[in-house]
């Protein structure tokens, strides 16, 4: 395994590294002839861009690229940042910058490290350094106690095909999806801390799933809750309905815990199995996930109809042949404003709270007829 740590320069990427004994440490400069030639498990820091008169100047290589297993981007705050510069030598080149300065120019990387792992269909991470756990979860990664998204799609997609024995196949998230709530809120689960802390800024990695599923995976009695829950469900039967109307295998696909969607797509009486995270906090169905999935059903030669409410999603649509954005009750303001300037996805005419900008359709199982 090979793991690439990117980030603004002061993000603090050598401190992490020094912390990590467990693999070999090097330059990316030293690494071009090894890296090909060598099964040891690698971990290097780099950049991505330099500011320029015209932008950013990108310096991320196809030999990176091809190179790494995993690449990472350690997202520490702008402030942070600017109190290391303000105590850097007067020599260095970024004092003059400020904090919007650096958001954009993080934005700028993740934005395109995001798409260019996706691209290459290899994992893509961001790492918060105010979690003091970024070691553990790293030597997860790396002894294969963590899978990554490519690994996790590999296994559900070969469950998938293993099952299937339609051409078409139906990929739905579960939580405001399949049901007009959150299902695994249900739970009545105790906060143990705050979840929009965790998935700041849309950051729907594996890191943030395995973050949080670590630690409620191992619930007393989580079991019994799970099971409660998906009796109590109440689903969205004008979708289900629309659903059992496609020639096709269906499958819930949740970033949720795998075996409360289990239970849940039992009872909708169309659903053949879920995929999900698992409570070990092994298999995390992150956004990438999700993606590489319905990318893997597609090249396997299957249709592919996937729906979901958000931007863990959203990737997942854009991989599938046919794209749905479900609003129940209210509709996603980060998914409004990255569909307004997409093309390709469309909507049931069922959506209470219609996204502006996307096609609606009378349904989907006439849609994809």
Same mark, same amino acid.
């Given at each position: 395994m090979k793991i690439a740590i990117y980030g603004l320069p002061c993000a603090g990427k050598d401190a992490l590294i020094s912390q990590l004994d467990f693999a070999t440490h090097a330059r990316l400069d030293d690494l071009r002839k090894q890296c090909a030639d060598s099964d040891n498990d690698i971990i290097a820091g780099g950049c991505y861009s330099f500011p320029s008169e015209n932008g950013y100047r990108k310096v991320f290589t196809e030999?990176? /690229? +091809?190179? #790494?297993?995993?690449?990472?981007?350690?997202? &520490? /705050?702008?402030? @942070?940042?600017?109190?290391?510069?303000?105590?850097?030598s007067r020599d260095c080149p970024y004092r003059g910058l400020t904090a919007e300065d650096l958001e954009q120019w993080r934005n700028f990387e993740v934005s395109n490290l995001r798409s260019e792992c996706l691209r290459m269909g290899k994992e893509f991470l961001i790492l918060d350094p105010k979690f003091d756990c970024?070691?553990?979860? !790293? =030597?997860?990664? #790396?002894?294969?106690?963590?899978?990554?998204?490519?690994?996790?799609?590999?296994? *559900? *997609? +070969?469950?998938? !095909?293993?099952? /299937?024995? =339609?051409?078409?196949?139906?990929?739905?998230?579960?939580?405001?999806?399949? &049901?007009?709530?959150?299902? &695994?809120?249900? !739970?009545?689960?105790? @906060?143990?801390?705050?979840?929009?802390?965790?998935?700041?800024?849309?950051?729907?990695?594996?890191?943030?799933?395995?973050?949080?599923?670590?630690?409620?995976?191992?619930?007393?009695?989580?079991d019994e809750k799970m099971r409660e829950a998906a009796d109590a469900a109440v689903?969205?039967?004008? !979708?289900?309905?629309?659903?059992? =109307?496609?020639?096709?295998?269906?499958?819930?696909? &949740?970033?949720?815990?795998e075996i409360l969607w289990s239970y849940a797509a039992?009872?909708?009486?169309? #659903?053949?199995? /879920? @995929?999900g995270t698992d409570k070990e906090a092994t298999r995390n169905m992150s956004q990438f996930s999700k993606a590489l999935l319905a990318r893997y059903l597609r090249e396997a030669g299957h249709e592919v109809i996937a729906l979901g409410d958000n931007m863990v999603d959203y990737q997942m649509l854009k991989e599938a042949d046919h794209g749905y954005i479900v609003s129940h009750i209210k509709r996603n303001p980060v998914v409004q404003r990255t569909v307004i300037s997409d093309q390709g996805l469309k909507q049931p005419a069922s959506n209470e709270d219609p996204l502006d900008g996307v096609p609606v359709v009378k349904s989907i199982h006439e849609d994809v007829e």
């Open positions: 030999w990176e /690229a +091809d190179c #790494f297993d995993v690449f990472a981007y350690l997202d &520490t /705050a702008p402030e @942070i940042i600017l109190q290391r510069i303000s105590s850097a970024l070691a553990e979860f !790293l =030597k997860g990664v #790396f002894d294969g106690s963590i899978l990554t998204s490519p690994q996790i799609s590999r296994l *559900a *997609a +070969d469950r998938i !095909l293993s099952s /299937a024995d =339609k051409h078409t196949i139906v990929l739905s998230d579960g939580d405001k999806t399949l &049901t007009d709530y959150d299902l &695994t809120r249900s !739970l009545d689960l105790p @906060i143990l801390f705050d979840l929009r802390d965790v998935f700041y800024g849309d950051r729907y990695t594996t890191f943030q799933f395995w973050y949080v599923y670590r630690v409620y995976g191992k619930l007393p009695q989580l689903f969205n039967s004008p !979708l289900i309905e629309d659903l059992s =109307k496609i020639d096709a295998y269906r499958v819930v696909v &949740t970033a949720g815990l039992e009872r909708t009486g169309i #659903f053949g199995m /879920a @995929i």
